[in-house]
């Protein structure tokens, strides 16, 4: 009879987790964690978390009389994340959603803050750090340069909470890479009722 070695402590869920952006080419954070300043977060990100997008074409290569591919090239790799967030009186969320810079979001002698929507925008590239939390299990995505490419529609009304869905899009930096990866590494617990191979 097969048995088959399963490792709880190597699966994650999603359960907390959280978003940061900064001037482009910020470097990332060395330790997984809350980043410092100049890292300003976006508050509370909806339940539905965060998305991880991956969207590639290729193109397969047939030779002649053969009916299988002898080779496969990639056309188009991009990298997206896809998030909702909830404090939308925020200057940084309002920022991000609207192109605008932070401060020129501060509110006037009356408490009032004032911004005009552009017909014209122009690109607004930023830094862009994210964690996922499963208790002590942490996964970190780093993006140097990235730009929300895609904003939802806002629906207010009375039974739901006012957010700003968003997909933002990373591009590649200096070196071609367009997201940086960190992830806490464990070594997998073999149950103990399982045989182990002999040498």
Do not use: C
């Amino acid at each position: 009879m097969i048995q088959i070695t399963r490792a709880a402590d190597l699966a994650m869920v999603g359960a907390n987790g959280g978003g940061w952006v900064a001037p482009e080419g910020t470097a990332g954070p060395i330790a997984l964690g809350v980043p410092a300043a100049p890292w300003a977060g976006l508050g509370a990100i909806s339940d539905d978390g965060l998305k991880y997008g991956i969207d590639e074409d290729s193109k397969e290569f047939t030779p002649w009389g053969v009916t299988s591919a002898f080779r496969t090239q990639v056309t188009k790799s991009v990298r997206t994340f896809g998030v909702t967030m909830w404090e939308t009186k925020s200057p940084v969320v309002k920022s991000l959603m609207f192109r605008i810079p932070a401060a020129d979001l501060a509110p006037g002698p009356d408490g009032v803050a004032k911004f005009a929507e552009t017909a014209s925008p122009s690109p607004d590239r930023r830094s862009f750090y994210f964690i996922v939390a499963d208790g002590d299990s942490l996964e970190g995505f780093y993006v140097p340069s990235g730009e929300v490419t895609d904003r939802s529609d806002v629906q207010y009304k009375g039974e739901d909470m006012v957010g700003y869905e968003v997909k933002i899009t990373a591009y590649p930096d200096a070196a071609n890479n367009t997201v940086y990866h960190q992830f806490t590494a464990k070594a997998p617990v073999v149950p103990k009722d399982l045989p182990t191979t002999k040498s």
